[in-house]
């Protein structure tokens, strides 16, 4: 079983669309983020949660609005699509206290044309 | 500036070591971590090291703190082409949950 799975892996849409990627953690784990990876491979933290509820948001366009449903679940909405927002966005989970070690997704590489 | 830097790129021979650097500025650094990335793929905890420690090695891998200097290193003994990968450094203070990453390294190994 996938720990961390996101869904689609692959993303191709026009500018000024709306469109969503889940992520779901099967670990027990009370800690969920958003990282964006640019095409230089630089990693960003964009939200984090902790127990469905927000307590990390960096500073991300409000277009972008993460909704966790239960503890398991943290899924991306991104409205208004632009081409700036073309990435791969992966989802993380944060394990036992003690060593802080995250468990990434596969990502989601999104492309807006 | 960044929080966490490391050189970009590093190009080794099949069958050297890779050594792997990385400086941080947060005196409070309590994890500090090294995440490997293959094509294609999300990252993977290689290994991490307590600020309380000089050193940790784990098979092929040899990671080295100056917490003085603020430095970690990532030694790979006897690298091989399936190394290849983009490593980053990572750091964490306790009370934090969110590990502040570095830009990546691009180990490249060719025969």
């Known amino acids: 079983d996938t720990a961390v799975s996101q869904t689609p892996k692959y993303l191709v849409t026009q500018m000024g669309n709306d469109k969503s990627i889940k992520c779901e953690q099967n670990?027990?784990?009370?800690?969920m983020y958003w990282y964006k990876q640019d095409s230089k491979k630089f990693l960003k933290i964009m939200f984090s949660?902790?127990?469905?509820?927000?307590?990390i948001n960096e500073t991300v366009p409000n277009r972008f609005s993460p909704k966790s449903p239960d503890k398991a679940h943290l899924n991306l909405h991104i409205n208004s699509l632009e081409l700036g927002d073309s990435a791969v966005y992966f989802c993380?989970?944060?394990?036992?206290?003690?060593?802080?070690?995250?468990?990434f997704g596969e990502g989601s590489r999104l492309t807006v044309l | 500036g960044e929080d966490v830097e490391q050189s970009l790129f590093l190009s080794v021979r099949e069958g050297d070591s890779s050594v792997i650097n990385c400086t941080y500025t947060?005196?409070?650094?309590?994890?500090l971590y090294w995440y490997k990335q293959e094509p294609g793929a999300g990252l993977q905890l290689l290994t991490y090291?307590?600020?309380?420690?000089d050193m940790k090695q784990d098979q092929r891998l040899t990671v080295l703190l100056n917490k003085k200097d603020k430095h970690l290193s990532l030694r790979i003994a006897d690298t091989q082409t399936g190394d290849s990968a983009i490593y980053f450094c990572?750091?964490?203070?306790?009370?934090?949950?969110?590990?502040?990453f570095g830009r990546g390294t691009s180990l490249i190994v060719h025969p």
């Open positions: 993380a989970s944060m394990g036992a206290a003690n060593t802080g070690e995250l468990f």
């Open positions: 670990l027990g784990h009370d800690t």
């Open positions: 949660y902790n127990n469905k509820e927000l307590i």
């Open positions: 947060d005196s409070s650094s309590t994890y």
């Open positions: 090291i307590f600020s309380n420690m």
């Open positions: 990572a750091e964490k203070s306790g009370g934090s949950y969110i590990p502040t």
